[in-house]
């Protein structure tokens, strides 16, 4: 039986620690040993080292392995059939707990953020951080949450999932899992006491044992990464990006919920955090991207055959009268969303030559629309 409560089963307890953490790097000086050896901290004779393996799946031409503590990476000759150079280190969850038992036998001040900081000084790019929280007979169970989210208190956008696997000889619900959201930020909230009974047989002397688990991916997992390298507490940054990201809402108040208030368990569970939004920006599709595509791949080729066919056969005016009446059945295909486009397109450039006055903008952006309007309107009639 294994012990997880301190006093008795009814003891509370909660503990948060990264439960993942996968960083690539390109462009570093040193091999595969020195790497484990002076970065990692470790012995290199620990490892196992093989050809291919699951570094084969990233793209790397070998594997070094401690159990779950796994670097992918490439000799010479990988990298000259194609394959990625550097490498890549992955602590799965267990590879988590097995690296922390392996430094604190040496080190027992060692803490994540002694690797987090070695690794960051060697332009480490993190592609995967998860960081679970554990509630040890805490009132913030999965059962808890479902009903919550049941009753339409949940503030959010992406997809929202439940699996559970059933006791036939109880009837009872175990090993559930709530999953809000996908790639590249997922919230998963389970029961971790009935997922070590299934997978590993083991039983704990607690009323329940849930995790809730974020787990972030590619740039999200980065921008979390640069944040604890500046010195944020763990549990802190966990709290900010669920309070940035995630809301529970008081059961009655206005008709819109997004505009109601966080009901008060919520706040309590956030605990002040400071909000943290791990926003990754976009380029949005600008008329001037539209431009450059059209440049080299679009359909004017097309066009330009057309119009020269037409000066050959019958002459300037008229190839030039067929492309104007091309373009002008064009506007009939004209939507809203190619009308936003044009427009950002016209601001952009129009604010990088001074032509617009940028305090005038939203004036100036009605008069614009309009005009389009009005131009795709004439030019539309027959």
């Given at each position: 039986?294994?012990?997880?409560?301190?006093?008795?089963?009814?003891?509370?307890?909660?503990?948060?620690?990264?439960?993942?953490?996968?960083?690539?790097?390109?462009?570093i000086?040193?091999?595969?040993?020195?790497?484990?050896?002076?970065?990692?901290?470790?012995?290199?004779?620990?490892?196992?080292?093989?050809?291919?393996?699951?570094?084969?799946?990233?793209?790397?031409?070998?594997?070094?392995?401690?159990?779950?503590?796994?670097i992918y990476?490439?000799?010479?000759?990988?990298?000259?059939?194609?394959?990625n150079?550097?490498?890549?280190?992955?602590?799965?969850?267990?590879?988590?707990?097995?690296?922390?038992?392996?430094?604190?036998?040496?080190?027992?001040?060692?803490?994540?953020?002694?690797?987090?900081?070695?690794?960051?000084?060697?332009?480490?790019?993190?592609t995967?951080?998860?960081?679970?929280?554990?509630?040890i007979?805490?009132?913030?169970?999965?059962?808890?949450?479902?009903?919550?989210?049941?009753?339409k208190?949940?503030?959010?956008?992406?997809?929202?999932?439940?699996?559970?696997?059933?006791?036939?000889?109880?009837?009872?619900?175990?090993?559930?899992?709530?999953?809000?959201?996908?790639?590249?930020?997922?919230?998963n909230?389970?029961?971790?006491?009935?997922?070590?009974?299934?997978?590993?047989?083991?039983?704990?002397?607690?009323?329940?044992?849930?995790?809730w688990?974020?787990?972030?991916?590619s740039?999200?997992?980065?921008?979390?990464?640069?944040?604890?390298?500046?010195?944020?507490?763990?549990?802190?940054?966990?709290?900010?990006?669920?309070?940035?990201?995630?809301?529970?809402?008081?059961?009655?108040?206005?008709?819109?919920?997004?505009?109601?208030?966080?009901?008060?368990?919520?706040?309590?569970?956030?605990?002040?955090?400071?909000?943290t939004?791990?926003?990754?920006?976009?380029?949005?599709?600008?008329?001037?991207?539209?431009?450059?595509?059209?440049?080299?791949?679009g359909?004017?080729k097309?066009?330009?055959?057309?119009?020269?066919?037409?000066l050959?056969?019958?002459?300037?005016?008229?190839?030039?009268?067929?492309?104007?009446k091309?373009?002008?059945?064009?506007?009939?295909?004209?939507?809203?969303?190619d009308?936003?486009?044009?427009?950002?397109?016209?601001?952009?450039?129009?604010?990088?030559?001074?032509?617009?006055?940028?305090?005038?903008?939203?004036?100036?952006?009605?008069n614009i629309?309009?005009?389009?309007?009005?131009?795709?309107?004439?030019?539309?009639?027959?």
């Open positions: 039986m294994n012990e997880v409560a301190k006093e008795d089963e009814s003891f509370v307890r909660q503990y948060i620690t990264i439960d993942w953490l996968t960083a690539s790097f390109r462009d000086d040193c091999d595969i040993t020195e790497f484990i050896v002076e970065v990692l901290n470790m012995d290199y004779r620990d490892f196992i080292f093989s050809e291919g393996g699951v570094g084969r799946s990233y793209h790397y031409g070998n594997t070094a392995k401690f159990d779950n503590i796994q990476y490439s000799t010479q000759v990988d990298v000259e059939n194609g394959l150079t550097g490498f890549t280190v992955n602590f799965n969850g267990q590879g988590c707990r097995q690296y922390e038992n392996y430094c604190w036998n040496d080190r027992k001040n060692w803490t994540w953020y002694d690797l987090i900081s070695d690794l960051i000084k060697l332009s480490g790019n993190f995967r951080l998860d960081m679970a929280l554990d509630l007979n805490s009132p913030y169970t999965w059962q808890f949450l479902l009903e919550k989210i049941y009753k208190t949940l503030i959010y956008r992406g997809s929202v999932k439940r699996y559970n696997k059933i006791n036939t000889r109880t009837g009872e619900d175990y090993h559930a899992s709530i999953y809000i959201g996908d790639k590249p930020q997922q919230l909230i389970y029961d971790k006491k009935g997922e070590r009974l299934d997978k590993a047989g083991e039983e704990y002397d607690v009323n329940s044992w849930t995790r688990e974020l787990r972030l991916f740039d999200k997992a980065h921008l979390a990464v640069l944040e604890l390298a500046e010195g944020r507490a763990l549990a802190d940054l966990f709290c900010g990006i669920l309070s940035a990201h995630y809301r529970f809402v008081t059961l009655t108040g206005d008709k819109n919920r997004s505009r109601r208030e966080n009901a008060r368990w919520w706040t309590n569970f956030l605990n002040g955090a400071r909000e939004k791990l926003l990754i920006e976009k380029d949005k599709p600008t008329l001037k991207k539209k431009e450059n595509w059209l440049e080299k791949h359909p004017e097309a066009e330009l055959m057309l119009y020269l066919k037409d050959f056969v019958y002459g300037s005016d008229a190839a030039l009268e067929n492309l104007i091309r373009i002008q059945l064009q506007t009939l295909n004209i939507v809203d969303a009308i936003q486009i044009i427009l950002q397109g016209i601001l952009e450039e129009a604010s990088a030559t001074g032509k617009i006055d940028l305090d005038r903008k939203d004036i100036v952006t009605e629309i309009k005009e389009i309007h009005g131009l795709l309107n004439n030019e539309s009639k027959p």
